[in-house]
């Protein structure tokens, strides 16, 4: 069964204090794996898509990699305009469903 | 600017009621989609649509339907059959499902049923 994890539940770091969040994923076919960014009552906002393993994708703070069982968004120097919660996803070979993991919720405080 | 409008932000309704959630987009994608947001779980695919007049059960379909009669719109109805309705709703859409791009979302709509 396609599955999505991720640790850690929740992170609180300081600003400045740099972290990874973990997303681990069983699915038949790995097509493409997404991250995405979420603030209180929000739709979910496009980070970063990674197709294969060994594959880097950065954006400002956010660099996003990509093994053949896992991917970290690593964070570093993060800003209290940071904090949200992240959530990852995959669509395998079937192509018509994405899998969501539960998310991380990031605090960062000044 | 194009993007997926969804209405109302909030919702509430008394149980036995039914309800319809509005979702539109503007992008010109094939593809549409309504998740259920509950906390602490993942996204939940409830009905998805790849073309006008056509769409299929997700994962948690029990409860629900949808119509796809434009290729713009695709509302959602929350039956009274839906056990545990209260949740956050939201609409998402795609270039094609057969495609590994990634789903744009609206800003949700948050059901409260009591």
């Known amino acids: 069964e396609d599955q999505v994890t991720q640790s850690p539940e929740a992170l609180r770091l300081q600003e400045g204090e740099s972290s990874s969040l973990n997303c681990s994923y069983t699915?038949?076919?790995?097509?493409?794996l997404f991250w995405y960014r979420q603030d209180p009552g929000k739709g979910p906002e496009f980070l970063f898509t990674?197709?294969?393993a060994g594959e880097e994708k950065e954006k400002e703070r956010l660099k996003a990699t990509l093994t053949k069982k896992e991917s970290f968004l690593h964070i570093t120097a993060p800003k209290p305009e940071d904090s949200a919660t992240y959530l990852c996803?995959?669509?395998?070979?079937?192509?018509?469903?994405?899998?969501f993991g539960p998310g991380t919720s990031l605090s960062v405080i000044p | 600017d194009g993007g997926i409008t969804q209405s109302p932000k909030y919702l509430f309704r008394k149980e036995g009621q039914n309800v319809t959630l509005s979702c539109e987009q503007n992008l010109n994608h094939d593809a549409m989609y309504w998740y259920r947001q509950d906390p602490g779980q993942g996204l939940r695919l409830i009905y998805y649509?790849?073309?006008?007049?056509?769409?299929q059960k997700g994962d948690i379909a029990e409860g629900y339907s949808v119509s796809r009669e434009k290729k713009e719109s695709f509302p959602l109805t929350v039956t009274s059959a839906q056990k545990n309705p209260t949740a956050f709703y939201l609409c998402?859409?795609?270039?094609?499902?057969?495609?590994?791009?990634?789903?744009?979302f609206g800003n949700g709509t948050r059901l409260t049923v009591t």
């Open positions: 998402a859409s795609k270039v094609g499902t057969a495609h590994n791009s990634p789903l744009h």
């Open positions: 996803a995959v669509i395998g070979a079937s192509y018509d469903k994405v899998i």
């Open positions: 649509s790849q073309i006008v007049n056509d769409f």
């Open positions: 990674l197709y294969s």
């Open positions: 699915v038949s076919g790995l097509r493409g």
